[in-house]
């Protein structure tokens, strides 16, 4: 059941950049001209489907139907992060009008292979800090697109959840990958939250996600009382495994999708990504109509979001409070 919105708006206005880009995305396309956008996931094609399939559908409202008035050519990273830059330079050579690329590892294996096909990012990292942009309200190069961290409280606010949620708990283990530049991002941000709400943290590097005995082992050794479990697209692709695990633990623990807790996590607190990826999709709509990607400025997402699964807490033996459930989004009963 819905309860409340969380709505996050960055106003930004666009100015005139200067970078140069292939003269043929300054004008409108020819309308006997289709077309090609290549989208580089870093999922598995079934995690990434509700995403995709967003993306299709708000490129049709803004009227791009594939395969008509669009061709989209799709690339799967499977949650490896080091299969990325070989298939950004499939996409790139296929010579397409613009460039979607999902989370960090995405982000940064599109920029490497070019510097001129325009990109719309969903990137975790600040585009200042990770080089993607001279200035958020002015990107000023080839890239744009949505900084899914904008809200810097983002994980202190889910930590805060899980306190919120469990008041007992005082150690929490952070579920990180190990080799992905989408969490590395995040964890310098854990120290601190964690003291402003008074809990200790201890970073649990993940290897091999597939080896579901031996992370929790891991976590069994790190002696933490909960979970907040990291955004990698590896976590993502394997999430069903990851509940499962973390059930068998009988340890609460939050997540930064709801995709975590559709799959039986306990809770989630983040920002919506069908949505991301709607936006993403007006981005690559108005560069096909002839705008700059140096002067769209890098956006937000629109809208965070707290889901509790009521079945999973009551599996766990956990009780939430209604004064808890009341602060959700939804509620899964």
């Known amino acids: 059941m819905r309860r409340r919105d969380f709505i996050t708006l960055l106003g930004c206005s666009a100015a005139a ?54 061709t989209l050519a799709l690339r799967y990273g499977d949650g490896v992060p080091g299969r ?21 590892s995405g982000a940064l294996a599109a920029r490497g292979v070019t510097r001129t096909i325009p990109i719309v990012a ?32 983002l994980v202190a606010k889910g930590l805060d959840f899980l306190k919120m949620a469990v008041p007992g708990v005082a150690r929490v283990g952070v579920l990180i990958g190990s080799d992905d530049p989408n969490d590395r991002v995040s ?21 091999d996600v597939s080896k579901a005995d031996a992370v929790a082992a891991e976590i069994m050794r790190a002696n933490v009382q909960a979970l907040f479990v990291g955004q990698t697209p590896r976590f993502l692709s394997a999430r069903t495994q990851i509940t499962e695990m973390i059930a068998g633990l009988k340890l609460p623990a939050v997540y930064v999708w709801r995709e975590y807790t559709d799959s039986g996590g306990l809770m989630s607190y983040g920002s919506n990504l ?23 400025p890098f956006e937000v997402p629109t809208r965070y979001e707290l889901v509790v699964n009521l079945k999973t807490a009551k599996a766990m033996g956990l009780t939430i409070s209604d004064a808890f459930l009341l602060l959700a989004d939804e509620v899964i009963e």
């Open 122 to 153: 969903i990137t975790i990292e600040d585009p200042v800090v990770s080089g993607f942009a001279s200035s958020i309200a002015r990107p000023g190069g080839n890239i744009t697109g949505t900084w899914v961290l904008g809200d810097s409280a």
């Open 84 to 104: 990325l830059p070989p298939l950004a330079s499939e996409l790139v050579a296929l010579n397409p009008d613009v460039l979607l690329a999902g989370a960090q």
């Open 274 to 296: 069908p949505d991301i990826y709607r936006q993403s999709a007006r981005l690559v709509s108005r560069i096909l109509k002839g705008e700059n990607p140096a002067d769209l």
């Open 17 to 70: 950049g200067a970078a140069v880009l292939r003269p043929q995305l300054l004008a409108a396309q020819p309308s006997s001209i289709r077309p090609l956008v290549g989208v580089l996931s870093p999922l598995s094609m079934a995690a990434a489907a509700r995403y995709i399939a967003a993306l299709r559908s708000s490129l049709r409202d803004l009227g791009y139907v594939e395969g008509r008035s669009l």
């Open 187 to 207: 964890i310098p941000l854990f120290p601190a939250a964690g003291r402003s709400i008074g809990v200790a943290i201890e970073l649990i590097e993940v290897r």
